[in-house]
Structures are given as C-alpha cells and as structure tokens.
C-alpha cells in the first residue's frame, strides 16, 4: 500500500515534524534561491546581498529613504523638470545598483530571485527568443491574481498560445479601424462637457483632466470590447481602479513569503475587491452569454472570450477562470494605460507650447474642417511623433518582466530555472547611449525618422513591451490617442494650471501623482 504524504506525517513522532517543517522552510526560502544566486555568481553575475526572508527589500527601502529626497530636489531644479527621470525618485536602487553592478546584475524581493537588464545585447535576445520556456513570472498569478489572474497577461505555455490566439485577433488594425467612431463620439462627450464649463466660467476653465480622460478610455473599451456603456460596467472600473491603488501600496513586498495571506487591512481591501470585481464580470458574461442564445451573438471581444472559454480545456485553469481574468486583463490594459499615457501627453504639450502649436497647425491643415476619420489619422506624422516620445518618457509599464521556466541561455548566460528577468523600461528609454545627451528632454523631434533612427539599437523602444508577448492591444492604444489628441487640440488652447504638481507616482502604472490640471480656452 502507498501511502500519501499526509498519512506519512501521522506515522511520524510529533517531535519530528517541526524539524521536518523547518527542514522544508529553509531549503525553499535560503538553500534553493541560493543555489540560483550561487550558478549565477560563477558566471561574473553580481548584485547586492541579500538577507533571509526578505532579501533586498531592507536595502531597497534604505535606498529609497536616502535618496528619493534628494532626487525630488534635482528634478525640481532641473530645466527639463517635466520630462526629468522619476526612476531617480521612484526606483533610485535600481540606478544606484546599476553604477555600482553595471547593466546586468541580481537582487531578490522576498525569495525572488531578479536579474536586472539593460544591457541591450541581452535585451535583442530576451526579445527575439520565442521558447515557452520563456514566460511570465508566477508569483504574478498570486501576488496580483485579484487583479490579473491568469488572463493574457500574465498565463504561460498553451493556455497563454490560446489566450493570445482567442484576443489579439480583436485587435488586429482592420477590427480597430472599424472603432474609430465609436473612439470618436465618447471624445465628443467628454469635450463637449469641458466646452460647457469654459462656456459657464467665462473665456477660460482650469480642468482636472486626468478621471475625464479614465472614463473616456473606460467608455471607448466598453463600447468596443463589451458591447456596453462606461456606465454600464462603471462598477467594474472603479473597483479595478481601487484594486490597483491597493495593490500599489505594496508592491515592495511581491515575493516575501506568506505576505499575501496575511490578514492586513490591505489584504483584506484586496480580497474584497477581488471577489466582487469576479461576480460583477460573470454577471456581464452570463447576460451576454444567455442574449447570444436568442438573438445572433455580438461580435465583441467578450464573445470570443466567452467562446474561447468552452474551447479551452486547462487543469489550471477553469471555464469561469478564463472569462473573469482575461476581462480583468482586458478592462485594466485596455483603458488605464491609455488613459496615464493621453494624461502625460496633454502634460508635456502644455508645458512646450511650440510643439502643442506644431502639432495643431497639422491636425486643422488635415482635417479642413471635415469629420475625423481613419485615413486622417494615418497622416498624422507629428502627432504620431508626440505621442512616441510620451511613450519613451513615460511608459505604460515599468518593466518587461519574465521568468526562465525552465533552464535557458541568454546572451551567454546560463539561467537558472525560476529566475526572474526584468528590463526596467524607463531605464533603457533614457540611457544617454542609446539616445544621446538629452536623454531626459521632451524632444519628439527625434523620431521624426521613425523608431529605427530614433534610437539604436531600435529594440530598446519598448512601451508595449518586445518579443512575443508584446501588448496585443497597442494598435487600439495608438489609434484612440490620435483620436483624443487630434479633437482635443482642434477645439482647445490649452498650458499648466499654476497648481500642478509634478510628482510621477508607481500604482501599477507611472501615472501623475496628483493629477494633470489645465487651464483650457476654446479655439
């Protein structure tokens, strides 16, 4: 008879299983990562020390204390104070261990184990390898499964192959082209409400833009995706928005051990959270699903999921798992980023009016006066180049993150299975050798001659991430920016309220700490 473990415990003396306990403990949070440290090490990786339990998380944090401060006071005096870089502020322990390790080196959260890479060699390689054995990192599905489970953000192996096959479809140039309307009337609402207050308050009204511009990209992805309203699915974009500023608040912590199941009062906002973000997606699943019965089903992304759920059979993942995460996924990529990055855009245009100028002359030289349309916005060259380098000064994402799912060679090093990669993006978009002195200056100038000249190696333009996994939805992304950009700067005049308040904060995205407010007159 074989018996299982369970039933080999209760044959053991009690005296021996908190031996056995420890036993387990140590060899998963110190025996094992170090192994992963020691094969590193052997190979001229280096990096900083790291402590039981927590790793580099002491250090990061008296990094951060030390020189946050003192990177907030240069960026306030720098000329170039709006497109100065918030890594310094944000993450300064990723630049001070980058002086002291160079552009590859490891540093562990908890027990995960984090190879740092700039070094843009190894960044041509992370990007063109295509292996599954390369994927996402798992403490993702765990540590931010309330927000993204194992949707298309963050599955691997064939249940990602066929999330990937089921979505990006949906957002192929020739489904986005067909939403370009649709992108346009939820931008007609909402500027028609900023045209009102200006009209209300005189020839001017100072705006906070940044809530405006989330519900507008929560409409447009609602309305293309799901087939309903902003306000119809108001309840699910708020809570995500929550959930994200919860989980925000902690994100130092991902990865020490046991951190997640803690009863904290933001564990507990996270759970809540989570589970009710799961029932309200199901309910839109479940009327959608029993409307297709009667009536011939809508060609929404929502469908395909729904569709893609029954086709699919994973262990790890159920029917109802599939829907609510790849929606999850879907309703946080599909608006909040779009949203941060429109919010820094109208930000930097304010800030250099000659370039809001250009910009203008451009879209009215276009348009003539007529309603905008697809073939329009593909002309838009310099609103194109705005936009780019928005994306280069503030992208939507910190970092490319992967994890080795099993032993790989990258760049001529050979990575431990369960290692972590990450390629801070903000990084790579400001290294001086890449993209020359004034890295840190709003200048969109320079892809006037497309991301292949812009920088070189051109890989190292990464908004939407590099390789296979790169943002399905970018193609959406930059047509609803062109669209809300190009109508914004048609109808309105626009500079910095003397309120604003230039402080970048990390909440899952780099979004504006404190908002973008604007003093707006109308054309």
Sequence with gaps: ???????????????????????????????????????????????????????????????????????QEQEA???DRFSSNYVATLFPYLIHWSRV??????????????????DPDMVKELASCKSLDLGKPYHLQKDRGALLGMGILTANGDLWVHQR??????????????MVNLMIDAAMSMLNLWEDKIEREGSRAEIMVDEFLRNFSADVISRASFGSSFTEGKEIFYKIRQLQKAMGKQSMLIGVPGSRYLPTKSNREIWDLGSSIRTLVLNIAKKHDHDSVTTSPDNFLLHSIIEGSKA?????????????????NIYFAGHETTSSTAAWCLMLLASHPEWQSRVRVEVLDICHGEPLDFDMLRKFKTLTMVIQETLRLYPPASFVTRE???DINLGGIDIPRGTNIRVP??????????????????????????????????????????????CAGQNLAMVELKVVLSLLLSRFEFSLSPSYVHRPAFRLTVEPGEGVPLVLKKL
């Design 1 to 71: 008879m074989i018996l299982s473990s369970q039933q080999w415990l209760l044959l053991l003396p009690p005296v021996l299983i908190p031996v056995l306990l420890f036993s387990y403990l140590y060899t998963i949070l110190w025996l094992r990562p170090e192994r992963l440290r020691q094969k590193l090490r052997s190979q001229g990786v280096k990096g900083p020390k790291p402590s039981f339990l927590f790793g580099n998380i002491p250090e990061m944090r008296r990094i951060q204390k030390e020189l946050a401060t003192s990177a």
């Design 77 to 79: 005096g720098s000329a």
């Design 101 to 118: 390790y160079g552009s590859i080196y490891l540093y562990a959260t908890g027990s995960i184990q984090a190879l740092n890479v700039t």
């Design 165 to 178: 096959k089921v979505i990006a479809p949906e957002f192929f140039m020739d489904k986005v082209k067909g």
């Design 312 to 328: 699919a059979s994973f262990a790890s993942c159920t029917p109802e798992d599939f829907i609510v995460d790849n929606c999850k």
């Design 404 to 406: 080795a799912l099993q």
């Design 425 to 470: 993006i903000a990084l790579a978009h400001r290294d001086p050798s890449v993209w020359g002195a004034n890295a840190d200056s709003f200048d969109p100038g320079r892809f006037a001659g497309g991301i292949a000249r812009a920088c070189k190696p051109h890989h190292m333009y990464m908004p939407f991430g590099i390789g296979p996994r790169t």
